[in-house]
T-cell receptor
Framework: AQTVTQSQPEMSVQEAETVTLSCTYD???????LFWYKQPPSRQMILVIR??????QNATENRFSVNFQKAAKSFSLKISDSQLGDAAMYFC????????FGAGTRLTVKP | SQTIHQWPATLVQPVGSPLSLECTVE??????LYWYRQAAGRGLQLLFY??????ISSEVPQNLSASRPQDRQFILSSKKLLLSDSGFYLC??????????FGSGTQLSVL
C-alpha cells in the first residue's frame, strides 16, 4: 500500500524568511505523481505544486519549490519569502489512481 | 469548464439514522472519484475511490459504503450512523496524474 508521512506536525517561520516542510512516501510503483496542497481555515484545498516522478527536474511555482529525491522517496516543500497568507495546513500527497495524503503540517507565519 | 457539486454543506443526524451524501461532476468524462474524511485539525483519510462505473475500492473497513451509479456521480452511504462517523467529508475528482478537484465539503455531526 502507498503511504505518505509528514513528520512535522507544526512549523513556524518569520515573515520574509524561508521554511522547508518535509515529506516522505512509500510506493512500489515507478510512475506516480506528488503534490503539495494548502488548506486555510476555510478548509478549501488549494494545489500548491505538482511533481511527476519521471521528471528529474524539481518543480517550482513562484515562491514555492520542491526537493524531489526519488531514490530516497523524499519530497520536501520550500517556501521562500514567507508571507502572512502562507499560514495554513500543508498536505503532501501521492497519486497513482488512489490519492493519499500525509497527516499535514500546520505552518504559522510570524510578522 | 469542469465543476464538482457536493451537498449538503452541513448535516446533523441522530445515531442510528441513515446517511446519503451525493457528489456530481460536470465537464469531464470517466474521472477518478474519491471520498475523504477529515477529523478536526487532522489529515485527509481516503475512504473510497473509483476508477469507473461500478468500480469501488474501499480503504477502511467501516460503517460506510460508496456507489457510482453513473460516470460522474458518487454517493457515500450508511445504513446506521455511529458517533465516530462525525467529521468533514470531501468529494474529489481527477484524471490520473492530474490534480484533485475538491467539492466544498459536508460537515457531518452525529448526535
Amino acid at each position: 500500500a502507498q503511504t505518505v508521512t509528514q513528520s512535522q506536525p507544526e512549523m513556524s517561520v518569520q515573515e520574509a524568511e524561508t521554511v522547508t516542510l518535509s515529506c516522505t512516501y512509500d510506493t512500489s510503483e515507478s510512475d506516480y505523481y506528488l503534490f503539495w496542497y494548502k488548506q486555510p481555515p476555510s478548509r478549501q484545498m488549494i494545489l500548491v505544486i505538482r511533481q511527476e516522478a519521471y521528471k528529474q527536474q524539481n518543480a517550482t511555482e513562484n515562491r514555492f519549490s520542491v526537493n524531489f529525491q526519488k531514490a530516497a522517496k523524499s519530497f520536501s516543500l520550500k517556501i521562500s519569502d514567507s508571507q502572512l497568507g502562507d499560514a495554513a495546513m500543508y498536505f503532501c500527497a501521492l497519486n497513482n489512481n488512489d490519492m493519499r495524503f500525509g497527516a499535514g503540517t500546520r505552518l504559522t507565519v510570524k510578522p | 469548464s469542469q465543476t464538482i457539486h457536493q451537498w449538503p454543506a452541513t448535516l446533523v443526524q441522530p445515531v442510528g439514522s441513515p446517511l446519503s451524501l451525493e457528489c456530481t461532476v460536470e465537464g469531464t468524462s470517466n474521472p477518478n472519484l474519491y471520498w475523504y474524511r477529515q477529523a478536526a485539525g487532522r489529515g485527509l483519510q481516503l475512504l473510497f475511490y473509483s476508477v469507473g462505473i461500478g468500480q469501488i475500492s474501499s480503504e477502511v473497513p467501516q460503517n460506510l459504503s460508496a456507489s457510482r451509479p453513473q460516470d460522474r456521480q458518487f454517493i457515500l452511504s450508511s445504513k446506521k450512523l455511529l458517533l465516530s462517523d462525525s467529521g468533514f467529508y470531501l468529494c474529489a475528482w481527477s484524471i490520473k496524474g492530474e490534480k484533485l478537484f475538491f467539492g466544498s465539503g459536508t460537515q457531518l455531526s452525529v448526535l
